[in-house]
T-cell receptor, first 113, second 116 residues
């Protein structure tokens, strides 16, 4: 069965520190895309970063980077220099063949001043 | 561009009533999706449509039906609403061309549905 696991329901980080949000996935597909989304308390879903299953380099987008370990089926999000505005829910998602997209249960991140 | 538009924003139903959630996108995307979001469970895929004329079940399809009316519109119908269907519903679309999986989802603003 295809599944995304995010084992950290809630995380706290001090402002300006780095934080890693965990994501593991289970699929037998050879080709897939991994995504992270942010959902602030206002409710909208914001795309953060993408990693393809055949990409050899880890993806980076500004303060966001993705620690991709294909053999471990792991795609952790690293946020550097946390800001108060980073407080939100974070969801890991995978796009599978035929464009099926499933999400993990999410991690609630709180940034402490 | 409006992006992905969902209607209504809020709805209260009584058990057994039916309703249709509407979704339209103006980005010429092939794929469209319906999710429900419940606390602690993330977004769960109800149905999706990878192209006009096709629909597929997701993780939690029971109690729902969908129609991909044309490339722009993808509706979700609750035939006989139950309290367990109280949730926030999101429609999304994706611009993936065939055999590419790198396009992020674009989301609507959500519909908050309460079934009493």
């Amino acid at each position: 069965a295809q599944k995304i696991t995010q084992t950290q329901p809630g995380m706290f980080v001090q402002e300006k520190e780095a934080v890693t949000l965990d994501c593991t996935y289970d699929t037998s597909d050879q080709s897939y895309g991994l995504f992270w989304y942010k959902q602030p308390s206002s409710g909208e879903m914001i795309f953060l970063i993408y990693q393809g299953s055949y990409d050899e380099q880890n993806a980076t987008e500004g303060r966001y980077s993705l620690n991709f370990q294909k053999a471990r089926k792991s795609a952790n999000l690293v946020i550097s220099a946390s800001q108060l505005g980073d407080s939100a829910m974070y969801f890991c998602a995978i796009t599978l063949k035929y464009d099926k997209v499933i999400f993990g249960p999410g991690t609630s991140l709180s940034v402490i001043p | 561009n409006a992006g992905v538009t969902q209607t209504p924003k809020f709805q209260v139903l009584k058990t057994g009533q039916s309703m249709t959630l509407q979704c339209a996108q103006d980005m010429n995307h092939n794929s469209m999706y319906w999710y429900r979001q419940d606390p602690g469970m993330g977004l769960r895929l109800i149905y999706y449509s990878a192209s006009e004329g096709t629909t597929d079940k997701g993780e939690v399809p029971n109690g729902y039906n969908v129609s991909r009316l044309n490339k722009r519109e993808f509706s979700l119908r609750l035939e006989s609403a139950a309290p367990s269907q109280t949730s926030v519903y999101f429609c999304a679309s994706s611009g993936n061309i065939p055999l590419t999986l790198n396009s992020p989802l674009h989301f609507g603003n959500g519909t908050r549905l309460t079934v009493t």
